[in-house]
Structure formats: structure tokens, C-alpha cells
């Protein structure tokens, strides 16, 4: 007789990981770019810094704390993510737009955008 793995309780849905919708790296810096989607508020953006260095061993390992020296660095990483996003809503709006005017003037020839809609932050 075969045993069920969950021992009865119903199954949880499959959990997707969550993975970066963008990374800008220079360097040991690191900008990580999270899409984040509620119902309610729509889709935001955000971001998480850390550093990378070698320990004692020479394991690559990951800090959030930084110093002196990196906050140029951080700051131009920031910079270009800030960038990203931006673009991301640039051509949200574009293919909303381009998607408006194609159903209200089809004479202009315009077809819908390059990004889904329902994708859109």
C-alpha cells in the first residue's frame, strides 16, 4: 500500500521562486532589482545592495554593510537601476497607448506594443 508524501492534508500549490527582474553589478557592488505584484496596488519595483568578498577561505560570500569607498559605486548602480525601472514604465505606457489608439484609429496603422499589457506595472 502506498503512503502519501502530505499524509492527507491537502497539497500546497507549487511555489514559484522569486527571481530578480534585473541586476546591475560593477564591481563588487551589486543592485538587485525585485518586481514586487498585489491585486489591490498594482506592480512596484524594488532594490537591495550588497557587496561581494572573499572570506578567509576564499568562499565568495555577500554583505549589505559598505564602506567609504563604495559609495560612488553605489550611487552610480542605484543610478542605472533607477534607469531600468523607468524604462519598464516608459514602455508600459507605450503599449497602453499604442494599444488605445490601434482600437480607436485604426487608419494610423499602429499595432500594439512591443511589452503585454497585462504585464505592465
Not at 577561505?57 to 543610478?79: H, P, Y
Request: charged share 25%; net charge positive; hydrophobic share 30%.
Amino acid at each position: 500500500m502506498a503512503t502519501r508524501a502530505n499524509a492527507g492534508r491537502p497539497s500546497q500549490p507549487a511555489r514559484q521562486e522569486n527571481k530578480p527582474a534585473h541586476e546591475v553589478r560593477l564591481g563588487r557592488i551589486r543592485c538587485t532589482v525585485w518586481r514586487n505584484e498585489h491585486e489591490k496596488t498594482g506592480t512596484w519595483y524594488s532594490m537591495t545592495l550588497s557587496r561581494s568578498y572573499k572570506d578567509d577561505k576564499g568562499q565568495w560570500k555577500s554583505a549589505t554593510s559598505f564602506g567609504r569607498d563604495d559609495l560612488l559605486v553605489i550611487g552610480e548602480v542605484c543610478r542605472r537601476a533607477l534607469w531600468w525601472i523607468q524604462e519598464q514604465y516608459f514602455y508600459c505606457a507605450t503599449s497602453h497607448s499604442r494599444r488605445f489608439l490601434a482600437g480607436r484609429l485604426p487608419g494610423l496603422g499602429l499595432r500594439g506594443g512591443n511589452v503585454p499589457v497585462a504585464g505592465c506595472p
